[in-house]
């Protein structure tokens, strides 16, 4: 065997290797390896301990204020959301599946948390809380959480934005100092009637403290960027409210302030009956805990290119349920605005959420006092602005112009959660997107007469062959076969998530699919914004004009990405032979 035959048989030989890596089943152990333990393996330097640090600070000064403020719109006291994001944040990212994954009270929760008080109390909150932990944990050790998945885009979309509404309606009363009648209706529409009738109650001056955070939070946003907006405005209106001796509903007035330690863990009183009384709340939480997790890691593994461990993760949050219970805080669950100022901020792995709780955990024991200063309008402007944010407008209107079927999807899951229920608006989403799905498929048969049962040979194409198109290591083709909708979008999205792997040049092949939905065509838009920051140049070949202008209205256009007719059309392209768009 010469050399060049033992060169080729070589690399023969580690493909094949490759290959049987890539087909193996992963363990038991490897599915559940904390991704802080892949961090540790890879090697961990003073370095990226000091990015984890910085980002770990930053995201802390962000979840201070966010934290009271959803604990308190969640009908409980202040320092329940301290005690989630430093204990159950702590856990989340310490045996969590994602790599910056940053945990603790989401403002998912609450709408169930506020009604879970109010029909049972704090100890069956507590309790249901912990039961979610443990069908949390089911889930992730069945390996269920690969399913959670396959919800359509729309239904994503139009859940948040319906979360986003209930929210901003239960910060209304702190945000003009309404004093209602009686107690605060939990359904929208009494509640948007007990809010009316109570509008000349009017408080000036926490009117204008909320607008004075809301303002401060929004000016620093696009002026400064960098700088804690949150933790600023909170800081600018107590001063104002102290200084000023505003008539504003402050944390010391209604709550007594916070307490400067974590209280000692305790079970909550434990029954048969009780048990059963509040399943269908563990049931919602870990339902709902499961699918903000989850979506929180996708939007990471967007936004770094990683990819998280979807059972592991649950595990993670099962375990931190139950503790963030036994030292009496709330649901604790991966929270997405958190997770993205946690990747912005340039950490490393999850000791920058380690870092988050210890440091939350510190401000507590140290500045517990100044917490009685914060007005309850400043946390409520502090929340509205999430509200603004967690509303999707862009996708929002994406969906509702791309086609008739995503906007009654949409629609239909967006109204249900704010009129009817959380959960039952994900179900009636999901039932509606797989009938869409099941209809564009039958829409996409088509008949043709003549055929024979066995293709015929081909006459040779005209052209000459070109070697390069297959030594060309700079490119790389992928092509898709069959329906690409939500239910394919995950493994799609693995596979394309590898497209700037020592690669210049990317082309995706869609010559052979029926369809696209709006889930796969914003993995689509995901993968060409990768593309884009590594510098890849992105060829969509092949794509029917329908399937061309639903990605064109999701924003997968120039300078994205470009369009060819065919691969050949595409490596001329590349050559510099033809630009088509």
Request: hydrophobic residues 50%; contains cysteine.
């Amino acid at each position: 065997m010469d050399q060049t035959q033992r060169a080729a048989h070589q690399r023969a030989q580690k493909s094949a290797q490759r290959s049987a890596q890539r087909s193996a089943k992963p363990t038991f152990s490897e599915l559940f390896t904390p991704k802080l333990v892949t961090v540790w393996r890879e090697g961990y330097t003073l370095a990226d301990f000091k990015a984890d640090a910085i980002a770990g600070l930053t995201v802390a000064i962000v979840a201070l204020p966010l934290s009271m403020a959803i604990a308190i719109a969640s009908g409980v006291t202040p320092e329940r959301g301290l005690y989630t994001s430093i204990v159950g944040g702590f856990i989340i990212s310490a045996l969590g599946g994602s790599r910056f994954q940053i945990g603790g009270p989401a403002g998912a929760f609450i709408v169930l948390v506020a009604a879970t008080v109010a029909r049972v109390g704090i100890d069956g909150l507590l309790l249901a809380t912990m039961m979610a932990g443990v069908f949390l944990l089911a889930i992730g050790y069945l390996r269920l959480g690969t399913y959670i998945k396959f919800i359509p885009y729309p239904v994503t979309v139009g859940f948040t934005a319906g979360i986003a509404v209930i929210i901003f309606s239960g910060q209304i009363v702190e945000l003009f100092g309404l004093k209602l009648a009686g107690k605060e209706p939990g359904p929208l529409v009494p509640k948007l009637i007990a809010v009316g009738e109570a509008a000349g109650t009017i408080n000036p001056a926490a009117t204008f403290v909320a607008v004075l955070t809301i303002f401060t939070i929004a000016g620093l946003k696009r002026w400064r960027p960098t700088w804690p907006a949150m933790l600023i405005a909170i800081g600018l209106a107590s001063l104002v409210v102290a200084l000023l001796s505003l008539p504003a509903e402050t944390i010391g007035t209604r709550f007594g302030g916070i307490p400067r330690s974590l209280q000692m863990p305790a079970l909550p009183p434990i029954s048969l009956d009780r048990m059963i009384d509040v399943l269908p709340d563990a049931i919602a939480f870990a339902l709902l805990g499961a699918i903000e997790s989850l979506l929180s890691a996708v939007v990471a593994d967007g936004m770094t290119g990683r990819r998280h461990r979807s059972n592991c993760e649950l595990v993670a949050q099962g375990f931190a349920n139950i503790a963030s219970a036994l030292f009496g805080g709330i649901c604790a669950t991966g929270t997405i605005a958190r997770t993205a100022t946690n990747v912005r901020a340039g950490a490393h792995g999850p000791v920058s959420g380690i870092v988050h709780s210890a440091i939350l955990l510190a401000l507590m024991l140290v500045a517990a006092p100044l917490a009685s200063y914060i007005p309850l309008a400043a946390l409520a402007g502090v929340l509205a602005v999430v509200c603004w944010n967690m509303f999707e407008k862009q996708a929002f209107a994406t969906l509702l112009r791309t086609s008739r079927g995503d906007a009654l999807v949409l629609t239909a899951t967006f109204l249900l959660v704010i009129f009817r229920d959380l959960t039952e608006g994900i179900v009636v989403g999901f039932v509606l997107g797989s009938i869409l799905f099941i209809d564009r498929m039958a829409k996409s048969i088509a008949v043709e007469a003549d055929q024979p049962l066995v293709q015929e040979d081909v006459a040779d194409s005209t052209y000459a062959y070109d070697s390069s198109e297959a030594t060309d290591a700079d490119t790389v083709v992928y092509r898709i076969s069959g329906a690409f909708f939500f239910g394919a979008a995950s493994t799609v999205g693995t596979v394309l998530d590898r497209i700037a792997d020592q690669r210049k040049n990317f082309i995706l092949d869609c010559s052979a699919v029926p369809f696209f939905d709006s889930t796969a065509a914003n993995v689509i838009e995901g993968a060409a914004h990768k593309a884009k920051r590594a510098g890849v140049r992105f060829i969509i070949s092949g794509a029917a004009p329908q399937i061309r202008r639903m990605l064109i209205n999701h924003g997968v256009k120039r300078p994205l990405v470009t369009y060819a007719a065919s691969i050949r059309d595409a490596r001329a392209q590349l050559k510099g032979k033809l630009e088509a768009e």
